[in-house]
Protein backbone atom coordinates (compact mmCIF):
# COMPACT_ATOMS: atom_id res chain seq x y z
CA UNK A 1 0.00 0.00 0.00
CA UNK A 2 2.95 2.54 0.87
CA UNK A 3 4.69 1.65 -2.51
CA UNK A 4 1.04 2.30 -4.62
CA UNK A 5 0.55 5.83 -2.37
CA UNK A 6 4.01 6.96 -3.91
CA UNK A 7 3.38 6.04 -7.10
CA UNK A 8 -0.33 8.15 -7.06
CA UNK A 9 2.02 10.80 -5.55
CA UNK A 10 3.88 10.87 -8.28
CA UNK A 11 1.58 10.33 -11.23
CA UNK A 12 -0.35 13.52 -8.97
CA UNK A 13 2.68 15.44 -8.70
CA UNK A 14 4.13 15.10 -12.53
CA UNK A 15 0.74 15.82 -13.70
CA UNK A 16 1.01 18.87 -12.08
CA UNK A 17 4.34 20.01 -13.21
CA UNK A 18 3.02 19.49 -17.47
CA UNK A 19 -0.45 21.18 -16.55
CA UNK A 20 0.49 24.23 -14.73
CA UNK A 21 4.80 24.92 -15.70
CA UNK A 22 3.87 23.49 -19.86
CA UNK A 23 0.88 25.41 -19.81
CA UNK A 24 2.34 28.18 -18.86
CA UNK A 25 4.65 27.93 -21.31
CA UNK A 26 1.64 27.63 -23.55
CA UNK A 27 -0.40 30.71 -22.85
CA UNK A 28 2.40 33.76 -22.43
CA UNK A 29 4.91 32.06 -24.77
CA UNK A 30 8.78 32.47 -24.61
CA UNK A 31 8.98 35.11 -27.43
CA UNK A 32 9.19 37.56 -24.83
CA UNK A 33 11.34 38.51 -22.09
CA UNK A 34 8.35 38.28 -19.21
CA UNK A 35 7.38 34.96 -21.03
CA UNK A 36 10.38 33.65 -20.94
CA UNK A 37 11.04 34.47 -17.14
CA UNK A 38 7.18 33.39 -16.46
CA UNK A 39 7.99 30.15 -17.70
CA UNK A 40 11.46 29.40 -16.34
CA UNK A 41 9.83 30.53 -12.88
CA UNK A 42 6.41 28.40 -13.25
CA UNK A 43 8.83 25.19 -13.30
CA UNK A 44 10.86 26.20 -10.60
CA UNK A 45 7.41 26.73 -8.22
CA UNK A 46 5.69 23.58 -9.10
CA UNK A 47 8.48 21.96 -7.93
CA UNK A 48 8.41 23.99 -4.19
CA UNK A 49 5.21 23.08 -4.46
CA UNK A 50 5.05 19.51 -5.02
CA UNK A 51 8.49 18.96 -3.05
CA UNK A 52 6.40 20.75 0.50
CA UNK A 53 3.02 18.20 -0.64
CA UNK A 54 4.32 15.32 -1.68
CA UNK A 55 7.47 15.26 -0.69
CA UNK A 56 7.06 13.96 2.86
CA UNK A 57 5.38 10.63 0.46
CA UNK A 58 7.44 9.75 -2.74
CA UNK A 59 10.28 12.42 -2.33
CA UNK A 60 8.84 14.16 -5.03
CA UNK A 61 11.14 12.42 -7.85
CA UNK A 62 7.85 13.94 -10.44
CA UNK A 63 11.07 12.88 -12.98
CA UNK A 64 12.62 10.20 -14.85
CA UNK A 65 15.88 11.59 -14.19
CA UNK A 66 15.76 12.07 -10.80
CA UNK A 67 14.56 8.74 -10.08
CA UNK A 68 17.06 6.67 -11.93
CA UNK A 69 19.72 9.13 -10.09
CA UNK A 70 18.31 7.59 -6.79
CA UNK A 71 18.50 3.87 -8.19
CA UNK A 72 22.14 4.85 -9.17
CA UNK A 73 22.83 6.39 -6.17
CA UNK A 74 21.61 3.05 -4.09
CA UNK A 75 18.48 5.12 -2.62
CA UNK A 76 15.86 3.13 -4.54
CA UNK A 77 15.25 -0.19 -5.71
CA UNK A 78 14.09 -1.38 -9.08
CA UNK A 79 10.75 -2.52 -8.05
CA UNK A 80 10.23 1.17 -6.79
CA UNK A 81 11.79 2.91 -10.08
CA UNK A 82 9.71 0.99 -12.70
CA UNK A 83 6.51 2.04 -10.47
CA UNK A 84 7.83 5.88 -10.38
CA UNK A 85 8.42 5.46 -14.01
CA UNK A 86 5.55 4.24 -14.56
CA UNK A 87 3.77 7.15 -12.76
CA UNK A 88 5.49 9.87 -13.84
CA UNK A 89 5.25 8.91 -17.36
CA UNK A 90 1.35 8.53 -16.92
CA UNK A 91 0.85 11.38 -14.91
CA UNK A 92 2.34 13.89 -17.52
CA UNK A 93 0.23 12.03 -20.24
CA UNK A 94 -2.60 13.17 -18.25
CA UNK A 95 -1.49 16.84 -17.44
CA UNK A 96 -0.92 17.16 -21.02
CA UNK A 97 -4.41 15.72 -22.05
CA UNK A 98 -5.59 18.47 -19.59
CA UNK A 99 -3.88 20.89 -21.63
CA UNK A 100 -4.98 19.73 -24.61
CA UNK A 101 -8.67 19.76 -23.96
CA UNK A 102 -8.74 23.51 -22.28
CA UNK A 103 -6.26 25.16 -24.70
CA UNK A 104 -7.28 26.59 -28.26
CA UNK A 105 -5.85 24.20 -30.75
CA UNK A 106 -3.50 27.22 -32.04
CA UNK A 107 -1.93 26.72 -28.87
CA UNK A 108 1.35 24.40 -28.23
CA UNK A 109 1.75 22.71 -25.38
CA UNK A 110 5.08 23.78 -24.07
CA UNK A 111 6.80 20.73 -25.85
CA UNK A 112 10.08 20.49 -26.96
CA UNK A 113 12.39 20.61 -30.13
CA UNK A 114 15.95 20.31 -31.34
CA UNK A 115 18.44 22.86 -31.27
CA UNK A 116 18.87 24.39 -34.82
CA UNK A 117 17.70 20.32 -36.03
CA UNK A 118 20.94 19.91 -34.48
CA UNK A 119 20.62 16.52 -32.56
CA UNK A 120 24.11 16.46 -30.84
CA UNK A 121 24.16 19.93 -29.69
CA UNK A 122 20.62 19.55 -28.01
CA UNK A 123 21.89 15.65 -26.68
CA UNK A 124 24.59 17.73 -24.98
CA UNK A 125 22.47 20.46 -23.88
CA UNK A 126 20.09 18.15 -22.05
CA UNK A 127 22.77 16.34 -20.33
CA UNK A 128 24.44 19.07 -19.43
CA UNK A 129 21.13 20.56 -17.89
CA UNK A 130 20.20 17.54 -16.26
CA UNK A 131 23.55 16.93 -14.45
CA UNK A 132 23.26 20.54 -13.33
CA UNK A 133 19.77 20.15 -12.30
CA UNK A 134 20.66 16.62 -10.54
CA UNK A 135 23.66 17.51 -8.99
CA UNK A 136 22.00 19.89 -6.96
CA UNK A 137 18.93 17.58 -6.00
CA UNK A 138 21.36 14.73 -4.96
CA UNK A 139 23.50 17.72 -2.81
CA UNK A 140 20.94 19.50 -1.04
CA UNK A 141 19.00 15.85 -0.20
CA UNK A 142 22.90 14.82 1.43
CA UNK A 143 22.11 16.37 4.82
CA UNK A 144 18.75 16.25 6.85
CA UNK A 145 19.49 19.29 8.36
CA UNK A 146 18.57 20.57 4.46
CA UNK A 147 15.42 19.11 4.47
CA UNK A 148 13.42 22.39 5.35
CA UNK A 149 14.94 23.68 2.83
CA UNK A 150 15.65 21.34 -0.09
CA UNK A 151 12.68 22.30 -1.76
CA UNK A 152 13.47 25.52 -2.26
CA UNK A 153 16.78 25.01 -3.48
CA UNK A 154 15.25 22.49 -5.78
CA UNK A 155 13.05 24.78 -7.58
CA UNK A 156 15.07 27.49 -7.62
CA UNK A 157 17.40 24.80 -10.04
CA UNK A 158 15.27 23.80 -12.04
CA UNK A 159 14.37 27.92 -12.37
CA UNK A 160 18.16 28.23 -13.11
CA UNK A 161 18.40 25.92 -15.96
CA UNK A 162 15.32 26.57 -17.44
CA UNK A 163 16.56 30.70 -17.55
CA UNK A 164 19.89 29.04 -19.94
CA UNK A 165 18.23 26.06 -21.72
CA UNK A 166 14.80 27.64 -23.14
CA UNK A 167 16.28 29.22 -25.84
CA UNK A 168 18.07 25.95 -26.77
CA UNK A 169 15.70 23.45 -26.62
CA UNK A 170 12.77 24.98 -24.54
CA UNK A 171 14.52 22.77 -21.56
CA UNK A 172 13.60 19.54 -20.79
CA UNK A 173 15.72 17.90 -17.74
CA UNK A 174 12.65 15.43 -17.46
CA UNK A 175 11.50 12.52 -19.79
CA UNK A 176 8.37 12.56 -18.83
CA UNK A 177 7.76 16.11 -19.02
CA UNK A 178 8.60 16.19 -22.61
CA UNK A 179 6.23 12.83 -23.85
CA UNK A 180 3.42 14.27 -22.56
CA UNK A 181 3.03 17.26 -24.81
CA UNK A 182 4.43 15.31 -27.31
CA UNK A 183 2.56 12.83 -27.22
CA UNK A 184 -0.59 15.21 -28.56
CA UNK A 185 1.49 17.80 -30.39
CA UNK A 186 2.96 14.92 -32.44
CA UNK A 187 5.30 15.45 -35.83
CA UNK A 188 8.31 16.64 -34.82
CA UNK A 189 7.72 17.06 -31.46
CA UNK A 190 7.07 13.28 -31.26
CA UNK A 191 9.71 12.16 -33.45
CA UNK A 192 12.29 14.27 -31.66
CA UNK A 193 11.48 13.15 -28.46
CA UNK A 194 13.65 10.46 -28.23
CA UNK A 195 16.12 13.01 -27.62
CA UNK A 196 14.71 14.28 -24.58
CA UNK A 197 14.34 10.81 -23.03
CA UNK A 198 17.75 10.10 -23.48
CA UNK A 199 19.73 12.81 -22.87
CA UNK A 200 17.69 13.72 -19.05
CA UNK A 201 18.36 9.94 -18.48
CA UNK A 202 22.33 10.09 -19.06
CA UNK A 203 22.61 13.70 -17.33
CA UNK A 204 21.50 11.79 -14.30
CA UNK A 205 23.51 8.98 -14.21
CA UNK A 206 25.94 10.55 -14.50
CA UNK A 207 25.05 13.29 -11.35
CA UNK A 208 24.62 10.20 -9.46
CA UNK A 209 27.96 8.78 -10.52
CA UNK A 210 29.88 12.21 -9.92
CA UNK A 211 28.24 13.17 -6.94
CA UNK A 212 28.94 9.35 -5.21
CA UNK A 213 32.74 9.58 -6.25
CA UNK A 214 32.72 13.05 -5.00
CA UNK A 215 30.75 12.88 -1.76
CA UNK A 216 32.84 9.06 -1.03
CA UNK A 217 34.67 8.69 2.28
CA UNK A 218 38.45 8.36 1.66
CA UNK A 219 39.57 4.82 2.94
CA UNK A 220 41.37 5.18 6.33
Known sequence: ?????????????TGVLVFFACGTAAVV???TLPGYLLTALAFGLVIVAMAYSIGNISGCHINPAVSIAMLVSGKMNVKDFIGYIVAQFAGAIAGAAALKFI?????????????????????????????VFVFAILGVTSKIE???????????SLTLVHILGIAFTGT????????????????????????????????GILAALVYKFLSSKKDA
Open 172 to 203: SVNPARSFGPALFVGGDALKDVWVFIVAPLVG
Open 146 to 156: NSAVSGVVIGL
Open 29 to 31: GCN
Open 103 to 131: LPNDLALGQNALFNDDILRSLVIEVVLTF
Open 1 to 13: MDSLKKYIAEFIG
